[in-house]
């Protein structure tokens, strides 16, 4: 099949456009770290900022020396061994629920000795490499329901489902994407409509079985949905609402141009101020003009995957790719940015190549990389 045939390693040069919008986010997320987890170190390190800025710094890098070596690995190779990898992943995700490590709730991680391995990670881009298969393997019958769209959503659905047991926000960012690369693939839209109706009562199922993420959507929407919450907690500013205000009050400290850098004053109140609410930091300390000029640099990686890598891709499965990646990579930026703007529910998602990660930045790194290697064959 065309999607199996390893092609030439691509003679032309990676998308500069790209490459330096991911540097720059990097170099940014090492500050703004830096700055963020100062109040974190000195309750937990003794004081020690310099240590979690190298143990940082230290990822990033490794993020980065991946992205360069799948930047030069043809990804006709990499769909090749998608499906294992898949089957691998959601292994891992189904032993994180009878094993993994407990944090707020949910199981999402795998320890290994010291070392903490997040599989939904690795399952995001193994889905993304795989459904690009098998949209380029039945292209010839793609609006069929029992030949592709039924084969296809059996993967789609067990890897959805095996995220969003503990991670429903990973899990709706990641349909998203990957019904995107459907429509693309032109699959029926009837058939993705379906898709999405049927997300909606999963998600809601999911939110009438876990009290936490029930009470952080009444929290945002302001009314009591669920029959699972207590609403003096969720309407409480001290408590579920606490975030959301706190990440306010960041952003509205740094007004137009910002407090400088190092001066948050909101990174000693925020939890998680160097990861999930990363974002509202860069904006206290970088005002509405170093927030929008970050946003800016995930705006630049959406036009020019779009525009560029993946409507000029060699051949289909790098359109389809091309397009996962990016619109999941920037969902993540924009969702990051929505939830600390209060114009989306808390959910926990990392500003890619900015928060502090470890997984998550690896993961980045791959679908940069694989992205930079579809641009070297587009003419």
């Known amino acids: 099949m065309q999607v199996l045939t390893l092609k030439g390693p691509g003679s032309g040069p990676v998308d500069k456009f790209v490459l330096?919008?991911?540097?720059?986010?990097?170099?940014?997320?090492?500050?703004?770290?830096?700055?963020?987890?100062?109040?974190?170190?000195?309750?937990?390190?003794?004081?020690?900022?310099?240590?979690?800025?190298?143990?940082?710094?230290?990822?990033?890098?490794?993020?980065?020396?991946?992205?360069?070596?799948?930047?030069?690995?043809?990804y006709h190779f990499l769909a090749k061994l998608s499906k294992i990898v898949l089957i691998?992943?959601?292994g891992l995700l189904v032993l994180t629920q009878l094993v993994g490590v407990v944090s707020g709730g949910a199981a999402r991680w795998l320890a290994f000795g010291g070392l903490q391995l997040q599989p939904s990670d690795l399952a995001r881009v193994a889905l993304l490499l795989y459904v690009s298969v098998l949209l380029t393997q039945k292209q010839v019958y793609i609006r069929s329901f029992s030949r592709a769209f039924v084969p296809i959503m059996v993967w789609i659905g067990i890897t959805i489902m095996a995220i969003g047991v503990s991670d429903l926000s990973t899990s709706l960012v990641v349909l998203t994407a990957v019904m995107v690369m459907c429509f693309v693939g032109r699959v029926n839209v009837g058939h993705i409509a379906l898709v999405g109706v049927v997300g909606l009562f999963?998600?809601?199922?999911?939110?009438?079985?876990?009290?936490?993420?029930?009470?952080?959507?009444?929290s945002f929407v302001g009314v009591k949905l669920f029959p699972n919450t207590v609403a003096e907690e969720v309407f409480d500013n001290q408590d579920e609402g606490y975030q959301a205000k706190q990440a306010l009050l960041a952003i509205a400290n740094g007004g137009l141009t910002g407090l400088g850098p190092g001066k948050s004053a909101q990174r000693d109140f925020l939890p998680a101020p160097y990861n999930d609410f990363i974002f509202a930091i860069i904006a206290e300390e970088y005002g509405v003009v170093g927030?929008?000029?970050?946003?800016?640099?995930?705006?630049?990686?959406?036009?020019?995957?779009?525009?560029?890598?993946?409507?000029?891709?060699?051949?289909?499965?790098?359109?389809?790719?091309?397009?996962?990646?990016v619109i999941m990579l920037t969902l993540y930026g924009f969702v990051h940015a929505g939830v600390s703007s209060n114009l989306l529910p808390v959910t926990g998602l990392p500003l890619p190549f900015v928060s502090y990660g470890g997984t998550s930045m690896l993961a980045n790194g791959v679908m940069i990389g694989i992205l930079l290697n579809i641009s070297r064959h587009v003419e």
């Open 291 to 325: 927030a929008l000029a970050l946003l800016f640099l995930y705006v630049l990686i959406l036009f020019r995957g779009l525009l560029r890598i993946a409507r000029h891709a060699p051949d289909p499965l790098g359109l389809f790719l091309s397009v996962g990646i």
């Open 202 to 218: 999963l998600a809601y199922i999911m939110l009438l079985t876990s009290p936490q993420r029930a009470a952080r959507v009444e």
């Open 88 to 90: 691998v992943a959601i």
């Open 20 to 74: 330096w919008s991911v540097l720059l986010l990097s170099a940014v997320g090492i500050v703004a770290v830096y700055s963020a987890i100062a109040y974190f170190a000195a309750t937990a390190s003794d004081g020690n900022t310099e240590r979690f800025l190298f143990r940082h710094s230290f990822r990033v890098a490794i993020a980065l020396l991946v992205m360069g070596v799948f930047s030069i690995i043809n």
